[in-house]
């Protein structure tokens, strides 16, 4: 059963950096056709695709938040990881990473990690 967990602080200040990592486990970030995303879910905007990484290494990006997201891979540690830069109280969300199958659907998710921007 592929299991997905975030990790990563629950609070983080106006103008810093938000990281988040997820680890993958019983199954490899490696493995051709599955592309690793991040999602976040906030009151105000409901789900929102963030971008993640496929499984050769290419970069997807959402275009309203590409200038302030980078994402990375550790395939040693079969993790992938998120940071969203120069944050204000309206990244506060969710934040969930899946796995998108081949059949362009995500059918596996972290449970979720509530992730608060606040001074």
């Known amino acids: 059963q592929v299991q997905l967990q975030e990790s990563g602080p629950g609070l983080v200040k106006p103008s810093q950096t938000l990281s988040l990592t997820c680890t993958v486990s019983d199954f490899s970030i490696t493995t051709d056709g599955y592309v690793w995303s991040w999602i976040r879910r906030s009151p105000g905007k409901g789900l929102e695709w963030m971008g993640g990484i496929g499984w050769s290494g290419s970069f997807y990006y959402s275009s309203s938040l590409k200038s302030r997201t980078t994402f990375s891979r550790d395939t040693a540690k079969n993790q992938f990881s998120l940071q969203l830069t120069s944050v204000t109280p309206e990244d506060t969300a969710v934040y969930y990473c899946?796995?998108?199958?081949?059949?362009?659907?995500?059918?596996?998710w972290g449970q979720g990690t509530q992730v608060t921007v606040s001074s």
């Open positions: 899946a796995r998108r199958g081949t059949t362009w659907k995500y059918d596996y």
